[in-house]
C-alpha cells in the first residue's frame, strides 16, 4: 500500500513520514519492508519513481518543455540535486536526454 501511495502521489510534495502515518505503521517498519521487498529505503524509491516520471517526460520532446520545469512537476524541489541524481540513474543529464528525444524526429525524417 505504501508503494501504491508512492506512484499515486510521486509528484506531489509527499514524505515518507506522511506516508508510513497513512498506511498506519512505523517508520523502521516501512523501512525494513522497503529493504528486504525493493532492496532500497523508501526515500530512494521516492526519488526513483519521481525520475522515472521525469524521464519519461523528457523522452517525450514535447515542443516547449523545460528541464526546470519537468523536474519541479516531477516533485523535485532542489535542481541540482535533481540533475545528479538523474545523470547517476541514467548516465546522462537531463538536458541531454530532452535534446536527443528532441533529435530523433529529424534524425529518422533524414534518413
Known amino acids: 500500500m505504501a508503494f501504491a501511495l508512492m506512484q499515486a502521489e510521486a509528484e ?3 514524505s515518507i513520514t506522511e506516508i508510513a502515518a497513512r498506511v498506519g505503521i512505523g517508520m523502521r517498519c516501512l523501512q525494513i519492508a522497503f529493504a ?11 526519488t526513483r519513481l519521481r525520475l522515472d516520471r521525469a524521464r519519461e517526460r523528457l523522452l517525450a ?3 516547449g518543455a ?12 532542489h535542481l541540482s540535486r ?3 541524481s538523474y545523470h547517476q540513474a541514467f548516465g546522462e ?3 541531454e536526454t530532452l535534446r536527443r ?11
Open 12 to 14: 506531489e510534495n509527499v
Open 36 to 46: 528486504q521487498h525493493y532492496g532500497l529505503t523508501p526515500r530512494e524509491m521516492l
Open 61 to 63: 520532446g514535447e515542443p
Open 66 to 77: 523545460r528541464v526546470t520545469a519537468i523536474a519541479l512537476d516531477a516533485g523535485f524541489t
Open 82 to 84: 535533481f540533475s545528479v
Open 93 to 95: 543529464r537531463p538536458v
Open 101 to 111: 528525444a528532441r533529435a530523433e524526429p529529424l534524425l529518422r525524417a533524414a534518413e
